[in-house]
């Protein structure tokens, strides 16, 4: 069974580019949630995705979106990214039986994705 | 927005010493969970407590949760130099993280 993994592990971007970072979920598991963590804080929600489709969402503006393939690896894509995205991002994998709602059970994070921003 | 906040923002304690975390949330939870961060990377899962459950136990973790009051804890036992870390609290619907709890353990 292989754990959830991230890439890149760093990235460094300028003002007002646009970033994809990518995240493989745990075999067997079909929710993805993505997480912001400025340093010092705790991780900030940012959406959560189920089954390719997003089924709740944190305090992010529309320039955070996601995206869930068939093989539950997913992508986070930032668009005009500001000095303040400057961040830990962390995806975390989970296994949720029902349909509607989000998964609240325990969550398998990857090692995160330390982005840049000058 | 952040839910759970942890108390103390920082605990230092001796090899062997129990260390005590607190945590309190401010509306109603489905579970209360808890993890650990190494170094600001990726998070590892303690232990989940549901709103049903008043106290858990995981090895040298023992956790407790009062709803009434809105508040949990995380205890462990005699601590080693490897629990050096960030713990976390975090309320499910929607997986909401204080800010965290540093825990130095001095051999």
Known sequence: ETGVTQSPTHLIKTRGQQVTLRCSSQSGHNTVSWYQQALGQGPQFIFQYYREEENGRGNFPPRFSGLQFPNYSSELNVNALELDDSALYLCASSYFPLAGGVSTDTQYFGPGTRLTVL | ?107
């Not at chain 2, 920082?10 to 489905?30: D, F, R, V």
């Not at chain 2, 309320?91 to 800010?99: D, K, L, N």
């Open chain 2, 1 to 107: 927005s952040q839910q759970g906040e942890e108390d103390p923002q920082a605990l230092s304690i001796q090899e062997g010493e129990n260390a005590t975390m607190n945590c309190s949330y401010k509306t109603s939870i489905n579970n209360l969970q808890w993890y650990r961060q190494n170094s600001g990377r990726g998070l590892v899962h303690l232990i989940l407590i549901r709103s049903n459950e008043r106290e858990k136990h995981s090895g040298r973790l023992r956790v407790t949760l009062d709803t009434s009051k809105k508040s949990s804890s995380l205890l462990i036992t005699a601590s080693r130099a490897a629990d050096t870390a960030s713990y976390f609290c975090a309320t499910a619907p929607y997986m909401r993280f204080g800010a965290g709890t540093r825990l130095t353990v001095k051999p």
